[in-house]
């Protein structure tokens, strides 16, 4: 049992430091021993927070991958989003185009009426104003009660003396 801990806690630390004194053969070989071994833990110690900090980058550097992906996505978003933007500024802008040529068109279509109108009396005036042609006067529309009030004066005036 005890050499089993010792094999598992000891022994390649011991093996390898055995090792060393055998091939140097130093003139006092436990306190070479001693310092090897010190030194071994303080490697080790080294190598052990070498490779903590190593998966700390890595994981980091996951972490940055995420966060660069997502941004990336945002931006891919943001692109879409200015693209719909752009595209409905763009149909709105047609949309007024075209209300505005059909204004546009109405008003040549009511200037051209206008000027219909205009040529139409320009064309009897120029009828009425001829030689042979008959001065029209013109009749004016009276309703009911009007009619009435006129008759109603003249015979008065007709029945006043003179």
């Known amino acids: ?4 801990y010792l094999k ?13 004194v055998a091939e140097r053969r ?3 070989p436990i306190e070479y021993l001693a310092h090897w071994i010190y030194n071994y833990r303080r490697v080790l110690d080294e190598e052990k927070k070498v490779m903590l900090e190593r998966i700390e980058l890595e994981q980091e550097w996951e972490v940055a991958r995420i966060e660069l992906k997502m941004l ?4 891919e978003e943001e692109l879409m989003i200015q693209q719909k933007l ?6 709105q802008l ?9 204004q546009n068109e109405e008003g040549k279509m009511l200037l051209q009426q206008e000027d219909q109108e205009e040529s139409d009396e320009k064309m009897i005036a120029e009828f009425t104003d001829r030689a042979g042609v008959s001065n029209l006067t013109s009749v ?3 309703d009911e009660n009007e009619q009435l009030e ?13």
Do not use: F, N, W, Y
């Not at 049992?1 to 089993?4: A, D, F, R, Y």
């Not at 990336?72 to 931006?75: A, L």
């Not at 752009?86 to 149909?91: A, D, F, L, M, S």
């Not at 047609?94 to 059909?102: M, N, S």
């Open 94 to 102: 047609e949309q007024e185009h075209k209300e505005l040529e059909l």
């Open 1 to 4: 049992m005890e050499s089993q």
């Open 8 to 20: 598992r806690c000891l022994g390649s630390c011991l093996r390898k430091g055995l090792a060393e």
């Open 150 to 162: 006129r008759m109603a004066e003249a015979e008065q005036e007709s029945s006043q003396p003179i």
């Open 140 to 142: 004016e529309e009276l």
């Open 86 to 91: 752009e595209e409905q500024h763009q149909t």
């Open 72 to 75: 990336q996505k945002v931006k």
């Open 26 to 28: 130093p003139a006092d």
